[in-house]
């Protein structure tokens, strides 16, 4: 099964005084929606827009898995951990808060940046525990990560994979319980279905799909198994 969600159909959020503008997929914040909580793994995926100078401030995170992959401009990020890095197109980065951390984000430069961030729900380590308290935060950055590469974040039980198509190009989407495809640019067809540029589609028991493109594009597609309640 695919559920199409366009990108008009986000929730908008930000602040556009202070050159902040966000746009949800899922249920986030003041735009609480139960019926869109999470699928699979995936609790957010927000395409942001920080204009120069703006950014987040310090604030927390635990349990959730942060993955950012910047379209254009330069991210600037730091946490609590003691990162410090330049996230630029082309980068993938990871920040895995486990029991806690804290991080600040900001377009540094003086150009706009625009970026996807997505959050993935960490799994229990076993049945005797809810969460990763005492476990340490990690953070990984992959400089020009290939296209076709997969990425996996094992504590989500999750692969990322980068799916770049020329023109009338075609690629196989991987078979899952649960796949989340999000179009970073350009067009492409799933199936007997157009996406754009900020179109998403979750897919369910997803088997033998095929992604083709009607432009050059970009897309981030997410294998995830299934979890209870994950919709």
């Not at 990871?94 to 940046?113: C, F, I, K, Q, Y």
């Not at 625009?114 to 076993?126: G, H, N, T, Y």
């Amino acid at each position: 099964m695919i559920q199409v969600r366009r990108g008009g159909e986000r929730y908008r959020g930000g602040d556009r005084d202070v050159g902040i503008e966000s746009l949800h997929a899922f249920s986030f914040g003041p735009h609480y929606d139960p019926d869109n909580l999470r699928f699979g793994a995936l609790i957010a995926c927000n395409e942001e827009r920080l204009a120069a100078g703006a950014g987040f401030d310090e604030h927390p995170h635990r349990d959730t898995e942060i993955v950012t992959w910047v379209i254009e401009g330069e991210l600037t990020h730091r946490d609590t951990a003691g990162h410090e890095t330049t996230v630029r197109p082309g980068d993938l980065q990871r920040l895995s808060s486990a029991g806690g951390v804290r991080h600040v984000e900001r377009n540094a430069g003086t150009a706009p940046l625009r970026f996807v961030q997505m959050w993935l729900a960490e799994r229990p380590r076993d049945a005797g525990r809810t969460g990763h308290d005492g476990d340490e935060p990690s953070y990984e950055l992959v400089r020009e990560i290939a296209d076709g590469t997969p990425y996996p974040v094992p504590r989500a039980g999750a692969v990322l994979h980068l799916r770049r198509l020329a023109d009338g190009g075609r690629t196989a989407v991987p078979d899952a319980a649960r796949g989340y495809l999000h179009v970073v640019r350009g067009a492409v067809r799933l199936g007997d279905v157009r996406l754009e540029a900020g179109d998403a589609a979750r897919i369910t028991d997803g088997k033998g799909l095929e992604l083709t493109g009607l432009a050059a594009s970009e897309c981030l597609v997410w294998e995830m198994g299934a979890e209870p309640g994950s919709g």
